[in-house]
């Protein structure tokens, strides 16, 4: 299983940024896929995810201003950001979860920087 993600870029505080995760390859018909995100010095941490059924989880700082969603006739998960701030600058990293064999597969990450 192949993850590519896109959409990462420079944005003003305050704006936003759509980020698109496309799977390629053997992929289980049951998965969750989400996004984390690295900020330089910290551990990588959970932004949020969504499973196959559609049900979603997001990690505290990302409720109200992130929605993730999925098109799984596509393996495609999105992640729409709103109203970023600086301590939203990180690389992201698409995940999807292999509900079957219990495997987790990274894509390459994608670098949001939020500066003025």
């Known amino acids: 299983v192949q993850l590519q993600a896109s959409g990462g870029g420079l944005v003003q505080p305050g704006g936003s940024l759509r980020l698109s995760c496309a799977a390629s390859?053997?992929?289980?018909?049951?998965?969750?896929m989400g996004w984390y995100r690295q900020a330089p010095g910290k551990q990588r941490e959970l932004v949020a995810t969504?499973?196959?059924?559609?049900?979603?989880n997001y990690a505290g700082s990302a409720k109200g201003r992130f929605t993730i969603s999925r098109h799984n006739a596509k393996n495609t998960v999105y992640l729409q950001m709103n109203s970023l701030n600086p301590e939203d600058t990180a690389v992201y990293y698409c995940?999807?979860?292999?509900?079957?064999?219990?495997?987790?597969?990274w894509g390459q990450g994608t670098l949001v920087t939020v500066s003025s």
């Open positions: 995940q999807l979860h292999d509900s079957w064999f219990n495997v987790d597969y």
């Open positions: 390859g053997r992929i289980a018909s049951i998965n969750v």
């Open positions: 969504v499973h196959t059924a559609g049900s979603t």
